[in-house]
């Protein structure tokens, strides 16, 4: 039996208005921990805690991190198998990227025990694997983030190319969740299967000045265009009150307020020159708990990816 490695995979933002399936920013909290170490062969996985652990299966074909692992090992031609521990910071189904940190969590503790041979492209797309098996579609806006850190914006998933940039520092999150659950596989089943020129025409518009804004650090900018007449409209039904809960962020002094991934988290960006964030996240909770359900709160910010810690 090897030393244990231990990773921590953040939280992530995946849609940020505009780029469905595209657009990912990596948050400084919350996040998993994933513990791994070589044993003689085979991938398992013997131990699970945190938040929602008791619906993650420890069958490591069916578990994100499990499959991102194998897929690692697979690709290194590793001689070699991994225990893994994986200890929930992100409730399952919670729309910030639970499966992703887990698939790029067990992808990068498996990276460092393979000598880090893989790129950081050929990690994305391990986890990435991972996420098709447990979230019924191959996207990697959570995994993407989730190693690379930053703001992250996938060109083509064929061939594959994605790049990362810093946002703006003065950039805050907050990150609101309901007590519901929402899972990526039954939210994605919603989605129409055409859009309008109309709606092209303005997701083109506001993703183009989205990535402009992040890269010169325009945050008005960046508010303004988090817009997304195809996808959320499409969900809002699956998150009570997600359209009240984003016009009290709004009231509040948020820069921008909308679904995060595929819900139920409700994310405002804020500007931490203008507020910390604090009035944001007590109005969403406070919403919740009128309307008799429990919302717990996140004030944070972007940060890096996986890392070893
Ligand atoms: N882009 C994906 C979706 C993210 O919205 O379905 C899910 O985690």
Known sequence: MGEWVKVSAPATISNIGPGFDIFGMALQEPFDIIEARKIDSGVRITGVSGPGSD????????????????EVLRRTEADFGIELRIKKGIRPCSGIGSSGASAAGGAYAAHLLTGEKLTERELVLCAAHAEDVTSGGFHADNVAPCIMGGFTMIRSYEPFEVVSIEPPKDLGVVVA???????????RRVLPHNVSVKDLVFHVGNASCMAYAMTVGDIDLIGRSAQDSVFEPARTHLVPYLKEAEKVAMGLGAKASFLGGSGPCVISFFNKRETDGKA???????LYKEKGMRCDSW?????????KV
């Open 299 to 307: 004030i944070t910010a972007w940060g890096k990816g996986c890392r």
């Open 280 to 286: 944001i996240a007590d109005g969403i909770v406070g």
């Open 177 to 187: 969740m309901p007590d519901v659950l929402v899972a990526t596989k039954e939210s």
């Open 55 to 70: 619906t993650i299966p420890c069958d490591s074909k069916l578990n994100s991190v499990g499959i991102a692992a194998e």
